[in-house]
């Protein structure tokens, strides 16, 4: 049974830094894209970064902020997240697509089929 543990959210202000880590269980993902998407309260949950094959990619409201690493030997991805803002408050979400896609098609969610529980990141003014 595949599972996604999120951990690493929290409450910060305005400029600082959070780590998320997400750690995959259940079967090996060195090769299958593992993404990031979150969902504020009240609106949908959008693409904001994603690990694959041929490269990562990130959504353009937090690409210089926001880094992506791999560790495919605990099948964990991190997603650092630097110069937060208010508007980046939502509960973040692992995923992991069983295919493989490029360039935007990773940004589409149906494209992933496994999720985490999700992580609370607020991000005070």
């Known amino acids: 049974q595949v599972q996604l543990v999120e951990s690493g959210g929290g409450l910060v202000q305005t400029g600082n830094s959070l780590t998320l880590s997400c750690e995959a269980s259940?079967?090996?993902?060195?090769?299958?894209?593992m993404g990031w998407f979150r969902q504020a309260p009240g609106k949908e949950r959008v693409f904001v970064a994603t690990?694959?094959?041929?490269?990562?990619y990130y959504a353009d409201s937090v690409k210089g902020r926001f880094t992506l690493s791999r560790e495919n030997s605990r099948n964990t991805v991190h997603l650092q997240m630097n110069s937060l803002m208010p508007e980046d408050t939502a509960v973040y979400y692992c995923a992991v697509a069983v295919g493989a896609c490029s360039g935007v098609a990773c940004r589409d969610r149906r494209l992933y089929s496994y999720w985490g529980q999700g992580t609370q990141v607020t991000v005070s003014s």
């Open positions: 690990s694959t094959w041929n490269g990562d």
């Open positions: 259940g079967r090996t993902f060195s090769r299958n894209t």
